[in-house]
């Protein structure tokens, strides 16, 4: 799973603090409440690729020389990764 920036600064803007603000999580069960929403994210997952085919195709993009990602950029994955997993 690919980390956005935009997540990334949702963090940061909770002052890197692992569990939100109470008054976070309280808006979020009411969005979350909200059947359109919830019907649109099982529609957006369903649409989205299985990660097999996701590492099928970076893995064929990679021995294609047609992907180089530089040490650094997949250093900041790895961190943008561990973070979103902390306030999951």
Known sequence: MKIST????KVKA???Q?????SVV???VI??????????VVQEVNAMPDRDDMVAELKARLEKGECKPTGEDIADAMI????ADRIS
């Open 80 to 83: 943008r990764r561990s973070r």
């Open 26 to 28: 309280d808006t979020a």
């Open 31 to 40: 969005k979350l409440m909200d059947a359109d929403l919830i019907k649109s």
């Open 14 to 16: 909770l002052g890197g």
């Open 18 to 22: 692992v569990t939100p603000p109470e």
């Open 6 to 9: 935009e997540q990334l600064e």
